[in-house]
């Protein structure tokens, strides 16, 4: 993608294949899930509402650009 502001929302594993395309579906989620722990401020804003990001399957399209912001575009 050339814009850092996705279109439309994602599910983490389509979002994981996209960072992580020669890991298998479940290894992707698992590496991703942990980059954006390592990164702080940005698992803080991606929980700071209250809302449990770790266990979510689909992601909005806010958190998808707050992951965008962070981790740079996969």
């Known amino acids: 993608m050339n814009d850092s502001r996705p279109a439309s929302s994602y599910t983490r ?3 994981a294949q996209m960072y992580f395309p020669d890991s298998a ?12 722990k390592r990164c ?8 700071e509402d209250g ?9 909005t399209i806010r958190e ?6 962070y981790l740079g575009e996969p």
């Open 13 to 15: 594993r389509s979002l």
């Open 25 to 36: 579906p479940r290894q992707a989620v698992r590496r991703l899930t942990e980059w954006i």
């Open 40 to 47: 702080r401020p940005l698992h803080e804003r991606l929980t």
């Open 51 to 59: 809302r449990q990001f770790d266990r979510r399957r689909n992601l």
């Open 64 to 69: 998808v650009r707050l992951i965008y912001e």
